[in-house]
């Protein structure tokens, strides 16, 4: 027996051993990273911009990986039970880190505690907007017609639970009417709807939809914040219009699967604090609508029990409804 004890304990710290030897030497081969949502949106531009600077600051390919459907919670499971080696990450929102799962209630496959943080690494306003060849050329000439017409303008987002889904139903209970309220897999294609005059506005990250503004394909009609956009001095804030209750913002942030190696994890967020904190990283991101907010694990973390616990209370509040 005690021949037996010996073996195991001394299987155990070469296990150990071998684990911190190859977790030293990270990253050795290619970075899966699942993106949640369709290529195009907030998260998968955010994604792409931010794994271009890291596989040239750690020497490795990161592998963008598209995961989409339930508002985040298929990708974000892919990650959560992925092997905690560092080789699989998520660049997402607060839909597959944490909202998700907490509206799928006890169905939900996975928790934040399955996640374990890399870091922040912006903050994204969201966008009211409409086609170009809408009839809506104010946020008032939009908010009177929906009041007139309730029930008939349909408004999309990236997906059950989201921020933006949030955010549509915020702005409905703020001019008392109702919607049509299309949910997407991520905001890309509920964009290329809105192009294609399928849909009557979405609620959108600046990220995903600043382009086709600037192109002259869409027309913002309002920002869903406190703070206007350099880069849409005219689109007027919801603060501004006297619209109540209507503020929220996204976030894009990196996590792994719960386990994995802390020095890992350490060297991810270097990592990632060394990019975000670049001058030229910073220039080319606000260009594209998002806002460097770069925090370390354990303030991302603590983050993301507050904004877990706001969306708890959004459930028990019934704004947002247990699918």
């Keep these: 027996m005690k021949i037996i004890k010996y073996l195991l304990m001394t299987a155990s710290m070469t296990l150990a051993m071998y684990a911190h030897a190859s977790s ?4 050795e081969h290619p970075i899966r990273t699942i ?19 890291l596989s040239k600051k ?3 390919p990161f592998v963008i990986e598209n995961k989409s459907g339930a508002g985040g919670l298929v990708g974000g499971t892919a990650v959560a039970r992925a092997k905690p080696d560092g080789y699989t990450i998520m660049s997402g929102t607060g839909g597959p880190i944490f909202a998700s799962a907490v ?12 996640l374990a943080p890399i870091g922040r690494i912006s903050t994204v306003p969201l966008l009211l907007v409409v086609n170009s060849k809408s009839p809506y050329s104010t946020f008032d000439q939009f908010a009177a017609s929906s009041k007139k017409r309730s029930g008939k303008l349909s408004v ?26 299309t949910p997407y897999k991520g905001s890309s294609p509920a964009i290329q709807d809105l192009i294609g005059n399928q849909i009557d506005a979405v609620s959108a990250e600046a990220t995903a939809c600043l382009q086709y503004v600037k192109s002259g394909q869409l027309r913002a009609l309002a920002i869903i ?21 209507v503020n929220v913002t996204t976030f894009a942030g990196m996590m792994a699967p719960a386990h994995t190696p802390q020095n890992v994890i350490n060297q ?23 806002v460097p907010a770069y925090l370390p694990p354990v303030k991302f973390s603590a983050f993301l029990v507050g904004e877990k616990n706001k969306y708890t209370r959004l459930v028990e509040e019934g704004l947002i409804e247990v699918k």
């Design 268 to 290: 991810l967020s270097q990592a990632l604090s060394e990019v975000l904190h670049d001058a030229d990283f910073i220039d080319h991101l606000e260009r594209l609508g998002g």
């Design 225 to 245: 914040g406190s703070k206007r956009l350099p880069s849409l001095p005219n689109v007027p804030t919801m603060s501004e219009l006297k619209i109540q209750g």
């Design 24 to 27: 030293d030497s990270y990253p």
């Design 58 to 60: 750690l020497g490795q």
């Design 103 to 114: 509206v799928a209630g006890t169905r939900a496959p996975y928790t934040l505690r399955d």
């Design 156 to 181: 999309g987002h990236a997906g059950h639970a989201t921020t933006n889904h949030v955010s549509v139903l915020q702005l409905q209970k703020a001019l008392k009417t109702t919607f049509i309220v």
């Design 35 to 53: 993106v949640p949502f369709a290529p195009g949106g907030n998260a998968d531009v955010t994604a792409r911009l931010v794994t271009d600077a």
